[in-house]
């Protein structure tokens, strides 16, 4: 069966770094686009980083551009997440997600349980 | 593209119809879907596609609309159901809305 497992999560100083990893089994981990998306404490979702199959193309989003880096790597069906300069408002669960393409149609099937990250000091 | 959810909070008895809304800043087509998450845990994948039911969903869920208008609709309430309900959309990027907590009344 699927899974997807965080971990890496915990507490870091302001300005400190973490990096997250989630490991994938039971489907073909390089065939999917794979995404993190956060959820702060009592907020919504929120995309943080997508990367392509090969990770040849990775898209970050603005609020972690230049600070946060999405990564896989294959041969270890395993997929990365690079925190450095971290701000109070990273705080945040991260999930893993694995995105499938049906008819034209873009969802996640799968999600981790989810890593926590505080940021304080 | 923002994705209002409406209403923030549904305060509903277990039987009773849910009508959740989700509204779109500019045409999304087809491209949204229903997660549903409990307190602990990842959200579910409940609709792809503004109306396709995932594996495993039961019928008393349903998803209707297009363009920027779009409904999740469960018909008969189960204990547990209740939870938060998060539009996402896939048309233009990738966004999510701000969720619906449906609550026992």
């Known amino acids: 069966q699927v899974q997807l497992v965080e971990s890496g999560g915990g507490v870091a100083q302001p300005g400190g770094s973490l990096r997250l990893s989630c490991a994938a089994s039971g489907f073909i981990f390089s065939n999917y686009a794979m995404y993190w998306v956060r959820q702060a404490p009592g907020r919504g979702l929120e995309w943080v980083a997508s990367?392509?199959?090969?990770?040849?193309?990775?898209y970050h989003a603005d609020s972690v551009q230049g600070r946060i880096t999405i990564s896989r790597d294959n041969p270890k069906n395993t997929l990365y997440l690079q925190m450095n300069s971290l701000r109070p408002e990273d705080t945040a669960t991260y999930f893993c997600?694995?995105?499938?393409?049906?008819?034209?149609?873009?969802?996640?099937?799968?999600w981790g349980q989810g890593t926590l990250v505080t940021v304080s000091s | 593209i923002v994705l209002t959810q409406s209403p923030a909070t549904l305060s509903l008895s277990p039987g009773e119809r849910a009508t959740l809304s989700c509204r779109a800043s500019q045409s999304v087509s087809s491209n949204l879907v229903w997660y549903q998450q409990k307190p602990g845990q990842a959200p579910r994948l409940l609709i792809y596609g503004a109306s396709n039911r995932a594996t495993g969903i039961p019928a008393r869920f349903s998803g209707s609309g297009s363009g920027t208008d779009f409904t999740l609709t469960i018909s008969s309430l189960e204990p547990e159901d209740f939870a938060v309900y998060h539009c996402?959309?896939?048309?233009?990027?990738?966004?999510f809305g701000g969720g619906t907590k449906v609550e026992i009344k």
């Open positions: 997600a694995k995105e499938v393409v049906v008819a034209g149609n873009h969802y996640f099937d799968y």
């Open positions: 990367i392509n199959l090969d990770g040849s193309r990775k």
């Open positions: 996402q959309q896939r048309n233009s990027g990738l966004t």
